[in-house]
């Protein structure tokens, strides 16, 4: 089991900067992947970041450039440069086990205004 909490969300005018912390605990080892997800109102969650054990990362197209996700043992950031509206969304943390079984985090809420 794995437990997910995030933080760091909050309101921002456009071109600024969040940084968002997930403290991750229970069965960190078993982890292959953490990532981010971002869900506006009245849309689907999405992908925005992942990243492997071995440090690899993936992005979405619409953040390539602006967004950085970390990991450093039990946390993982995300780092969110350049913000626009359209980065608007609760984001929830998210992390794969070796049996590919998800966990999420509780989500926290990123306002870009214009």
């Known amino acids: 089991q794995v437990q997910l909490v995030e933080s760091g969300g909050g309101l921002v005018q456009a071109g600024g900067s969040l940084r968002l912390s997930c403290v991750v605990s229970g069965s960190i080892f078993s982890i292959d992947v953490m990532g981010w997800y971002r869900q506006a109102p009245g849309k689907q969650r999405d992908v925005v970041a992942n990243?492997?054990?071995?440090?690899y990362t993936i992005y979405a197209d619409s953040v390539k450039g602006r967004f950085t996700i970390t990991r450093d043992k039990n946390m993982v950031y995300l780092q969110m440069n350049s913000l626009k509206p359209e980065d608007t969304a609760v984001y929830y943390c998210?992390?794969?086990?070796?049996?590919?079984?998800?966990?999420w985090g509780q989500g926290t809420q990123v306002t870009v205004s214009s």
């Open positions: 990243i492997v054990s071995g440090g």
């Open positions: 998210s992390a794969v086990d070796r049996t590919y079984q998800r966990s």
